[in-house]
C-alpha cells in the first residue's frame, strides 16, 4: 500500500478547477482514481508509463478524455505517490 501521497500545487489547483466545473460523475471517477492509487501496492502497474519528455510518469484513465499524471518513488520500503496533473488529455501532457 502506498506510504504517501502527494498533491503538487498543480495537482491541487487543477483538481479544484475541476471540483467547481465538472459533472459530479467525472469528480467520482477522479476521486475513484486516487483512492486506487492511494490502496494500490503497485501503483505503477495500473497507469501507463510514459516515455520521452514524461519519462518516469505514469498516466491513469480516469475517462476517455481524462487522465492522472502521476509519479511514483520507492525509498527504503516506503511508497510515495506524487499527483502532478489532473485535465483532459491534451492539457495533461501539456499540450495547450
Excluded: W
Excluded at 518516469?56 to 478524455?65: L, T
Excluded at 496533473?85 to 491534451?90: F, L, P, Q, S, Y
Aim: glycine content about 8%; hydrophobic content about 30%.
Amino acid at each position: 500500500m502506498v506510504n504517501d501521497l502527494i498533491f503538487s500545487s498543480q495537482f491541487g489547483k487543477l483538481y479544484r478547477i475541476k471540483r467547481k466545473r465538472s459533472a459530479k460523475e467525472l469528480m467520482e471517477k477522479v476521486d475513484n482514481g486516487i483512492a486506487a492509487l492511494r490502496h494500490s501496492d503497485r501503483p505503477e502497474m495500473i497507469g501507463t508509463h510514459k516515455k520521452g519528455r514524461l519519462s518516469g510518469y505514469y498516466s491513469y484513465e480516469i475517462s476517455s478524455g481524462h487522465r492522472i499524471l502521476y509519479k511514483v518513488e520507492r525509498t527504503e520500503g516506503a511508497v510515495h505517490v506524487y499527483l502532478h496533473r489532473v485535465c483532459d488529455h491534451k492539457n495533461v501532457y501539456g499540450r495547450d
